[in-house]
């Protein structure tokens, strides 16, 4: 009975967790909220309850933060459950590991595997069949300057390393049995490394502007309707007239049906872009002429489709069925996606009004290799088409829109996301919020979007965070293998493992 009791700790632990996220926006949870899954893994007695410690932590903590998804995925549920449960058991395991006889030198090593061990799962659950990359630690930091310059150095996967290394020294300082020594240098550890990240975006220069270009993002809110919604959508259009704006953008699925069959909607288009004296980013979700479906980023100028850009990156089960002919029948009833859309296949530069713009759909946001690849492809800012019309009104909205100030902190460019039904948002290459438009917002809104030319190091060297951590964290378990293989006691792991159904 205690045994579950204490195990009943860790669900909230993970619930708590999930607040230093939009909605709720407590972002100092991300340097505190990782302390108690280390203490009770740490003090969990055997490799089997720390696994169980960590995977209802793991629980609490994904449901938490995807609650808005749930009454939308029916008997998905229960399997998103169970998956969310194993991501954490690494960390856990890995927790008790180092932290069971907590020595200074075990302290010392744990500041650097455990953010190894967080880390490299972060970015093999980041594999876009997988969901992507939603949630990821370093995004709770996206308002938190000087903070966030980490970014520019590392991406998200530098910030989330630094939150978890602080909230190793932290648990050390506390956890029971843990020598002066090794309180000390716990608690000088998280000094040191949250000392490192404001520090270093103290002393980073601001990234040089080299011009701007005028953006008007469209915000009709939830219009159902196909041709009530392209109506909306053209109507808020001819207010931009006289604004001076560069390009005008519209949301994800702003266009239920392909213009090229529609000549009187080509026309409109056409007109409106005259009109207002700019071209139109619409965005088509319909079937094309190969008798696919397709999301794709269409330009309009006065004088017709200037370019395009398809969607290439999908949402799993909202937009195609991974493993269809095994799972489409048994979740036939939950909402997945009745057929499977094509994906792109290239990235696209866009020219409009002297810049250079980075498309990308919805989804496609929450990557940071993608906006790498724009940025290395020459853009000068990066424009997000969204819609999260199904979760109007949740923390969705808010999440995706504050993960732009990390995007584009990355990347060193401007990040604009329009939504269709909101949350949109404009940040600059600082993560200075430029616009927040939420949902109860209709109408259009106008920013001058700083452009740069700055490569940043995330940029230019990639996802070298995470490929060091997943190194560390493949030493460390090629280490083990070979203690255990020749120290011949090592039957009492198993045993230790055990320990936990006793």
């Known amino acids: 009975m205690r045994r579950w009791a204490v195990r009943g ?13 939009p909605a709720a926006g407590a972002w100092w949870l991300g340097w505190v909220g990782l ?106 930091q996206w308002q938190v300057r000087p ?30 049995g843990t ?21 270093y975006g103290l002393l980073r220069p601001d990234p040089v502007t080299t011009g701007s270009v005028r953006v008007v993002g469209v915000q009709p809110g939830v219009v159902h309707g196909a041709d009530d919604r392209v109506a909306a959508h053209l109507d808020l259009t001819r207010g931009a007239a006289g604004r001076g704006q560069d390009v005008v953008v519209w949301g994800q699925s702003s266009m239920p049906f392909d213009p090229a069959r529609r000549p009187d909607t080509v026309a409109l288009l056409r007109q409106v872009a005259a009109t207002v004296g700019s071209d139109v980013l619409v965005n088509v979700d319909a079937r094309a002429t190969d008798g696919r479906i397709r999301k794709t ?28 002919p095994l799972l489409g029948e048994l979740l036939q009833d939950t909402g997945i996606a009745e057929e499977d859309r094509a994906p792109g296949e290239a990235p696209a530069i ?43 009104g949740t923390w969705a909205q808010p999440q995706q829109a504050s993960a732009e ?42 920013v001058d979007v700083p452009l740069y030319e700055e490569t940043t190091p995330y940029v230019r060297w990639g996802d070298w965070v995470p490929i060091t951590a997943g190194a560390i964290t493949a030493t460390g378990i090629v280490l083990l293998v070979v203690l255990a293989l020749l120290d011949p006691r090592s039957s009492s792991v198993s045993r230790r493992w055990r320990g936990s159904r006793r």
């Open 405 to 446: 100030a990390v995007r584009a902190v990355e990347s060193g460019r401007s990040a604009v996301l329009v939504e269709l039904s909101g949350t949109s948002a404009v940040f600059d290459a600082r993560g200075e919020r430029l616009a927040w438009v939420p949902p109860d917002e209709h109408g259009i809104f106008v």
């Open 35 to 140: 302390v108690p899954l280390v203490l009770l893994s740490g003090r969990a007695g055997s490799y089997g309850e720390a696994a169980w410690r960590s995977s209802l932590a793991a629980v609490g903590f994904f449901l938490t933060l995807f609650h808005w998804v749930l009454p939308h995925v029916g008997v998905l549920a229960l399997v998103m459950g169970a998956v969310a449960g194993v991501v954490w058991v690494p960390f856990g395991l890995a927790s008790y590991r180092l932290l069971r006889e907590p020595s200074a030198a075990r302290v010392a090593t744990a500041a650097v595997v455990l953010p190894s061990v967080w880390v490299s799962v972060e970015a093999l659950r980041s594999w876009e069949h997988l969901g992507g990359a939603w949630g990821l630690l370093g995004l709770t």
């Open 179 to 199: 020598g002066r020594a090794a309180r000390l240098l716990g608690g000088g550890l998280a000094v040191v490394f949250a000392a490192f990240a404001v520090g």
């Open 9 to 21: 700790l860790a669900l909230p632990s993970g619930c708590l967790l999930a607040l230093a996220y």
């Open 350 to 392: 866009l020219r409009t009004g002297g810049a250079r713009v980075g498309p990308l759909i919805s989804y496609e946001s929450i990557f940071p290799d993608l906006r790498r690849e724009l940025v290395r492809l020459g853009a000068d800012v990066t424009v997000v088409q969204g819609s999260l019309t199904s979760f109007h």
């Open 297 to 324: 980023t269409q330009q309009y100028g006065p004088g017709g489709l200037v370019s395009t850009y398809e969607k290439r990156r999908l949402v799993p089960f909202g937009e195609y069925v991974p493993l269809r």
């Open 147 to 176: 903070v966030l310059a980490v970014a520019s150095l590392g991406g998200v996967w530098l910030l989330g390393f630094v939150l978890v290394a602080v909230n190793v020294g932290l648990a050390a300082m506390v956890l029971p």
